[in-house]
């Protein structure tokens, strides 16, 4: 009797208790109902356990370290934050040895980066998929959206094969962490974006030279215009530089070829852009990238410069030199810009081409932007000197920025140009003692005398 009360029993009591706080331990949980990835931290930091850190500690290390370059850390990390994410994951021998070297050299380069980024993006899906998720060979291809903006599609075959894309699916769950799951693939995935972007910067497709025009000319026979001689895309200018900025002598000799041959062309305002930035990330030459940007407009300048085809090597003074800079040299109206068309030549040169011109010549003058002014570079202790005397600078930093048309060489000073006064020297007054001259009528006189015996004169 005492194990029932009111008809129910204990053992029902005790069971609906245990039930009834089950149920409020199930609420109590945090709920989840988009999928967000409970590995980051309230702070943000990204923990230990996520599939980042697994990435970077995988045996993927040629994606890890594209990951890196690239600069995806942060973005990945507001991602992971957000919610679970599914990585392809290339092998390391796609990127090593099956990876075409022109199409390696372009994801590489500073000025690609958004591209490099693009194409890593286009590996991860802002969801979880697992491997049972794969549609069904009957169902056909299911389409997801990656971090880039840009679609893929998950398919497989009838004999069990599962893709991504184009690659193969070849370790499914690699890799599962709470915040997502890597899958590793065959091959890299390009999305048509970047492949689109290569192949304009390998035909030339991008920028078309724009050469000066003058007045139309008209045909006398036909009475009709006549049409220009059509100038092959990406062929150099016919017109030197001087005639963009202003009339000077000719270039300087030995101009180094410029990476993927003379036809290969760039965007004059991206190209400004990016080697500023490289200056920037270098360190060291802040001075230099503020006058560029802010106090001038010579970076349009030259933007436009080398969209027109134009070559240009900016000789570029770091910060301890430009801080040696006086007041009266800067305080003339147009003296910053005057100082820096004499730092710009107007031609490629590299470090190289400039060493073995000067190991063979000598001294080499390079035509500047600010005529009729040469800078002068000789060989000096295993480099390049620049300038005369206290006024000279040597090649400090070579190849800060190289990409075919724009080449930045550091400098550890200032050049200015020598001062052309001509001392003309008068040459000195002679004293020239003349014998005195006698008239005809004394000669005739004292010639008379003579005849007369007298004393001659």
């Given at each position: 009797m005492g194990s029932s009360i009111y008809g129910v029993s204990s053992s029902h009591i005790f069971i609906f208790l245990l039930f009834s706080s089950v149920?409020?331990?199930?609420?109590?949980?945090?709920?989840?109902?988009?999928?967000?990835?409970?590995?980051?931290?309230?702070s943000g930091q990204i923990n230990s356990n996520s599939v980042l850190v697994a990435l970077l500690d995988s045996h993927y290390t040629e994606l890890a370290e594209l990951v890196e370059k690239a600069l995806l850390l942060q973005t990945l990390e507001e991602a992971v934050g957000k919610h679970n994410i599914t990585i392809f994951a290339p092998r390391n021998e796609a990127l090593e040895r099956q990876l075409d070297p022109e199409f390696k050299r372009f994801l590489l380069e500073p000025g690609n980066l958004k591209s490099l980024q693009t194409l890593l993006m286009f590996h991860i899906i802002p969801k979880r998929v697992g491997s049972h998720q794969w549609p069904h060979p009957k169902t056909g291809p299911v389409k997801h959206t990656t971090l880039c903006n840009d679609h893929i599609h998950l398919s497989s075959k009838s004999t069990g094969r599962k893709t991504v894309g184009s690659a193969e699916l070849i370790r499914p769950d690699d890799v599962i962490?709470?915040?997502?799951?890597?899958?590793?693939?065959?091959?890299?995935?390009?999305?048509?974006?970047?492949?689109?972007?290569?192949?304009?910067?390998?035909?030339?497709?991008s920028i078309t030279a724009v050469l000066p025009e003058g007045a139309p000319?008209?045909?006398?026979r036909t009475h009709r215009l006549k049409k220009p001689a059509p100038v092959p895309l990406g062929a150099p200018p016919v017109l030197p530089i001087y005639d963009a900025m202003a009339p000077g002598?000719?270039?300087?000799?030995?101009?180094?070829?410029?990476?993927?041959?003379?036809?290969?062309?760039?965007?004059?305002e991206s190209?400004?852009?990016d080697f500023i930035h490289t200056l920037l990330h270098y360190g060291g030459y802040n001075e230099m990238a503020d006058i560029l940007v802010n106090l001038t407009s010579l970076a349009?300048?030259?933007?436009?410069?080398?969209?027109?085809?134009?070559?240009?090597?900016?000789l570029?003074?770091?910060?301890?030199?430009?801080a040696k800079l006086t007041t009266d040299q800067l305080s003339e109206p147009g003296a910053t810009e005057q100082i820096i068309y004499y730092h710009i030549i107007p031609e490629y040169q590299t470090e190289e081409s400039m060493y073995n011109a000067v190991r063979r010549f000598g001294k080499v003058k390079y035509d500047t932007l600010r005529l009729p002014h040469k800078v002068v570079a000789q060989e000096a202790d295993g480099s390049v000197k620049f300038g005369h005397g206290e006024g000279s600078a040597y090649l400090f930093d070579p190849d800060i920025y190289t990409d075919g048309r724009i080449s930045v060489q550091g400098i550890d000073g200032v050049l200015f140009p020598e001062e052309e006064?001509?001392?003309?020297?008068?040459?000195?007054?002679?004293?020239?003692?003349?014998?005195?001259?006698?008239?005809k009528l004394l000669e005739i006189g004292c010639w008379m005398l003579g005849t007369l015996r007298f004393r001659s004169c």
């Open positions: 149920s409020v331990a199930i609420a109590a949980l945090p709920q989840n109902p988009s999928g967000k990835s409970f590995a980051s931290t309230a962490r709470p915040d997502g799951v890597i899958h590793g693939i065959r091959q890299l995935l390009i999305p048509r974006s970047v492949i689109e972007d290569f192949n304009k910067r390998r035909n030339l497709q000319e008209v045909d006398p002598p000719s270039l300087a000799p030995a101009p180094a070829p410029g990476p993927g041959g003379p036809r290969h062309h760039f965007d004059g190209q400004v852009k349009t300048e030259m933007g436009k410069l080398v969209s027109e085809g134009y070559l240009i090597t900016v570029a003074p770091n910060d301890e030199a430009m006064t001509e001392i003309v020297k008068k040459p000195a007054a002679v004293k020239v003692a003349s014998k005195p001259r006698r008239g």
